[in-house]
RNA sequence: GCCCGGGUGGCGGAACUGGUAGACGCGCCGGACUCAAAAUCCGGUGGUAGCAAUACCGUGGGGGUUCGAUUCCCUUUCCGGGUACCA
């Protein structure tokens, strides 16, 4: 109970330590619940329940090896307290745990420490387990799940497999059996039932043939026709290739051309890849948004990421050729303002459409936007520039001859490829029609328009001018009218459009669940369900080929009845999308969860998680879900009603700034050696850098830091790195803990402690740290302390401002971190870590002990009737928090109980009937001080099994109310009335009142507004 | 650029459908207890002026609606998150 020196405390805590413990025992008692629960299983769901359920989720966590930090617990224990709550409530509650074990992190911690995933993960899996225990969660831990353990991957391979046998029927809106679709070709061909093209380009795409000709195929043709509309199925498509991982990342994994995670580059490459047909959903995954309990920002981005919008695929003739070219727009209306068409550098229709005369400069093009990355394309948006093909396509209404050209801002991976330019109402088409001086037709007026337009107006509102038929209608109107026009005269089709892509389901790991998949005759082939699951063999060498192919290539015999298996496997997200729904039956080895039990959970009451997940987990869980729903295992079309966004508790890191250095190497004799072993580092102050960056360095101070940079080289001459001839500095965090935290014991505030950081057995490089400073304009060694930079930034081991709530636990009590917590701000806001306040809520539990258990450990508890203002006192907080929790409001709520427990000590309360409701209350946010006190009350039951107790307004009512006056709006004094006074008797009561007369000054009030039980507000 | 949030004491944050702004906690100040310190308990604590009662100002800035605005409307500014040549 003594908190250790190296941890952040308030002033004289550590010192009266012994002396708190006697007043609030929580370690000894803490302990003991915990062991309690577990031994009783008192939190053990069951599934044959006449009770109403309910199920709290958490968003399970990767098993890290950094472990549990204070940000992980603050959605853990809003979720607890909303279980236990519920438990109370007379709710059966689903409140389980488990962990995301598969996927790319788990995998480079176990590179980096060189040890198997398998290992590593099942070390972290039981650290998490044994802090959450510390916690006091009530989890029901036999339903624990491992998304690694083949127990359960058995079942993410099944629910593949039931993709990869089904397609989705767009007629039905649902996902059918592919011996359906078999079904249907050889009687009907496909001619009704053709699959748009998406992101593979399976071969045989959008062909129509009878039932005859599919009679004909041969299985190959036919296994390849299917592919194209099977729910999970094969293609070559362009992806996210990241060398430095060796592997593929789907889209959201990247972030600005950098992978998420590591921030290493990621170029396009064209692979062949298994991919999950979620646009087949967009529809449903878009509209059933509107149905959930949801935080509003996250169904908007949900709706952005699915990205449907609706327009006409409109055909332009071209001048010269006889094929017509497609452009999607979403603006019919603005079809006579047209005054260019546009394609991509990548379109096939390039080519096709350049002249002769034109081809040099276009080629020229293409080549050059070829070389400019993604990246690029996309942070230089502003920079205008396109080619003319030299080509005409013919206006669809008018006939007018419209200039083709080719430009990098129209992307091909959208739509088709090309776009109408009608730079009057589009700000990307204004700009290119000024850089090129092509016409711009305004169609569109309004009043608040000024002419000649000085940009685009994109507003969807105003009158169409200019434009034939459509003269006079309004924007809305013409949008309908034109579309109409365009299909009637078969110049295009409606048509709705998604950025929503089909979700890259292959990586090229180890770590993850194998596909049930193998080759036959090259033709993928699903293994039978009876052979699940595909354990993945252990291998010693699983680090990434480099090449496409992943780890599994490396063994021999990766083989199914001697057929190859794929040696893809599958993504992160390919078991956190169902396992929610093994937690209702997590030991059923002969499906995914029973029918009785998907039937008597239904789906989740209660998510709670991060925003990071917005678009990632929670889509892709829903797509399955839907998909499930669709065969009829789950009952429900959507996974999770209510969904809660814990915010981010963030860590302050600190950084220092070192110098980039190299080494010459001009010793033959010294080849072997590594380079860095030679180089200290060099660490510069803050004053330092900014002196370099901002060019000031001087001849001789360059010399000087060449001196000191020498002084300590052993072999060959150390430079420094040079960019634009600045010498390049960078950031570096560095562990808190040796910085620090105010001026005190002969340090300045932020001072890095030299001494403990070089012997830092962490980071062993800083051993023979170099500091350099800048001095009265003299480059030298550190005279002065090393003053560090603090920020505050999420955790994170790799910028080691992670804190672990093991210790606080250890020093505070587990009920003191999960009330702290809570107390620190609304739920859903993000907010820095600090230790601050801590001591309130520790002090509120120290108290409540002190209540009732004596100096001598008696309990002192009465069982006389008690008076009316503790009646009072109780039945407030009882309002209280059962508003504030059904409302997840729990900071409010901790401020309720200091509240109530201030009262009940002014009273001086002991008694039964207040302070056993009390600890029923309470047991949701602090557990084990409840059952402590509820056991010493004399209760042999779990206090887990009691009843919430029900607010009862009598004891709340008052038969005075005291109204406070005001002047003008302003509060002067205050007036004592009867509860059900009328508003004249208030009215008369308040203007004889004596203040009321001298505010008055012998005026006649204007008005007089009395609000029973609220204000009396006098207008003068 | 666009779409969401959000600006309240020294700090974290309260404030129901417009009705006494600053609950609760931290910090700070004073007092009791103690040889002393810690812990504990009691009192104070938005700003300005005043010995005081009290007065004036005060929820990012400006304007409006209202008897009354942190709350509603307009406008402006700053911060956080998401997202983007998506046609």
């Known amino acids: 109970m003594i908190p250790s020196k190296t941890s952040k405390y308030p002033k004289g805590l550590y010192l009266c330590c ?386 083709i050209w080719v430009a990098d801002y129209v992307l091909a991976g959208y739509g088709t490829g090309a ?97 049930p998949v193998y080759y036959h005759d090259q033709m993928a082939t699903a293994i039978a369900e009876a052979d699940l699951p595909l354990m993945l063999p252990k291998m010693d060498d699983f680090k990434p080929t480099g090449n496409p192919e992943g780890p599994l290539a490396k063994l021999k015999d990766w083989t199914y009845n001697n057929y190859p298996i794929e040696t893809d496997t599958m993504p992160g997200f390919a078991g956190s999308s169902w396992y929610f729904l093994r937690y209702m039956d997590p030991q059923n080895t002969a499906c995914f969860a029973s029918k009785e039990a998907l039937q008597y959970w239904q789906d989740v009451d209660m998510y709670i998680g991060g925003t990071e997940h917005a678009v990632g987990h929670l889509l892709y869980s829903r797509f399955w879900h839907k998909f499930l729903f669709d065969l009829g295992y789950v009952p429900t079309s959507e996974p999770f009603k209510k969904l809660i966004n814990q915010g981010m508790i963030q860590g302050v890191s600190a950084f220092i700034y070192l110098l980039a250095t190299g080494i010459d190497n001009t010793d033959a004799s010294t080849e072997n050696r590594k380079d860095t072993d030679a180089i200290p580092p060099f660490i510069v102050t803050q004053k330092l850098k900014k002196h370099i960056e901002a060019g000031l360095l001087s001849n001789e101070q360059k010399q000087a830091l060449n001196i000191i940079l020498n002084v300590s080289a052993v072999h060959g001459n150390v430079h420094y790195l040079t960019n634009n001839n600045l010498p390049l500095i960078y950031k570096r965090n560095i562990p808190i803990e040796f910085v620090s935290e105010s001026a005190e014991n002969g340090l300045e505030k932020d001072e890095l402690m030299i001494a403990a950081f070089r012997s830092d057995p962490a980071n062993t490089e800083f051993k023979e740290a170099i500091f350099i400073d800048l001095a009265d304009g003299v480059i030298q060694s550190l005279q002065a302390p090393y003053i560090c930079l603090r920020e505050v930034e999420k955790m994170s081991k790799s910028k080691w401002n992670v804190v672990n709530p093991d210790q606080i636990c250890k ?24 230790m601050q306040g801590i001591e309130g809520v520790h002090k509120f539990l120290r108290k409540l002990w002190r209540l009732v258990i004596s100096q001598d450990d008696q309990v002192l508890l009465s069982d006389d009737e008690p008076e009316k203002a503790a009646y009072k006192a109780l039945h407030k907080l009882i309002k209280k928090v059962t508003e504030d929790i059904e409302a997840l409001s729990f900071n409010t709520c901790i401020s309720a109980f200091m509240i109530c427990l201030n009262d009940l000590q002014e009273l001086g309360c002991r008694k039964r009937k207040i302070l056993e409701p009390f600890l029923i209350i309470l047991s949701p946010f602090a557990p084990h001080i409840a059952e402590e006190l509820w056991s010493r009350f004399g209760h042999t039951d779990s206090i887990a099994h009691a009843t919430f107790p029900v607010f009862n307004p009598e004891y709340l009512t008052e038969n005075t109310f005291t109204y406070p006056v005001s002047f003008n709006g302003k509060v002067r004094f205050q007036i004592d009335m009867p509860k059900d006074a009328s508003k004249e008797a208030v009215e008369a009561a308040t203007l004889t009142h004596a203040s009321a007369i001298k505010w008055l000054e012998g005026r006649t009030p204007k008005k007089v507004i009395v609000v029973p039980g609220r204000i009396v507000n006098i207008v003068l």
Request: aromatic share 14%; glycine share 6%.
């Open 419 to 515: 776009v109408m330019g009608v730079p009057a109402h589009d700000a990307r088409d204004f700009r290119f029609a000024a850089h090129f001086q092509l016409p711009i037709h305004q169609v569109i007026t309004d009043p608040t328009i000024q002419t000649p337009l000085q940009e685009a107006y994109e507003e969807k509102r105003g009158t169409l001018i200019h434009s034939d038929f459509l003269n006079g209608l309004s924007v809305q109107q013409a949008l309908k009218t034109a579309a109409q026009r365009m299909e009637e005269q078969g110049l295009g089709q409606r048509q709705t459009h998604y950025r929503l892509r089909d979700a890259n389901f292959s990586r090229q790991r180890y770590w993850g669940e194998p596909f």
């Open 811 to 834: 020093d505070y009590g587990a009920d003191t971190l999960r009330m702290y917590e809570m107390f620190l701000g609304p739920i859903e806001q993000s907010k820095p870590w600090n």
């Open 18 to 403: 012994l002396i708190r413990a006697m007043d609030y025992p929580f370690e000894a008692f803490e302990k003991k619940w915990q062991a309690y629960w577990e031994c009783e299983k008192t939190f053990k769901a069951h599934n044959d329940s006449n009770l109403p359920k309910y199920y709290v989720l958490d968003m399970f966590p990767y098993p890290s090896g950094a472990g549990l930090h204070v940000g992980h617990p603050l959605g853990y224990i809003a979720s607890d307290i909303v279980a236990r709550y519920k438990r109370l409530n007379g709710f059966n509650v689903l409140h389980p745990m488990g962990f995301d074990a598969f996927g790319l992190p788990a995998e480079q911690y176990a590179i980096q420490t060189g040890r198997h995933p398998a290992e590593t993960t099942e070390q972290n899996i039981n650290r998490y387990i044994s802090q959450l225990k510390h916690i006091g969660f009530a989890y029901d831990w036999d339903r624990m799940v491992n998304t690694s353990d083949p127990n359960y991957y058995k079942w993410t391979q099944w629910i593949f497999l039931q993709l990869y046998q089904h397609w989705y029927d767009h007629r039905q809106k649902k996902a059918r059996p592919i011996f359906e679709l078999i079904h249907h070709f050889e009687t009907l061909g496909n001619a009704d039932c053709q699959q748009p093209a998406l992101s593979g380009n399976v071969e045989g795409i959008n062909q129509i043939f009878s039932a005859d000709e599919w009679k004909s195929y041969s299985e190959q043709t036919k296994q390849s026709i299917l592919m194209n509309y099977r729910l999970a199925y094969q293609g070559f498509a362009y992806v996210n290739w990241c060398e430095n991982l060796g592997t593929v990342l789907a889209n959201d994994e990247v972030k600005d051309g950098v992978s998420e995670r590591g921030g290493h580059p990621v170029v396009r490459r064209q692979m062949r890849q298994w991919f999950l047909r979620v646009t087949d959903y967009a529809d449903r995954l878009h509209d059933d948004l509107a149905q959930l309990d949801w935080p509003e920002s996250m169904k908007e981005m949900q709706r952005n990421w699915i990205g449907r919008s609706e327009g006409v695929l409109l055909d332009f003739a071209i001048k010269g050729i006889t094929e017509k070219i497609d452009v999607f727009t979403t603006r019919p209306d603005t079809i006579f303002g047209v005054s260019f068409i546009c394609i991509a550098p990548e379109s096939d229709w390039v080519k096709r459409l350049t002249t002769s005369d034109r081809m040099a400069d276009l080629t020229a093009y293409v080549a050059e936007a070829g070389n400019r990355s993604e990246r690029e394309r996309q942070t230089d948006v502003k920079r205008v520039s396109g080619v003319f093909t030299g080509t005409y396509a013919l206006h669809p209404f008018t006939g007018e001859e419209i200039p």
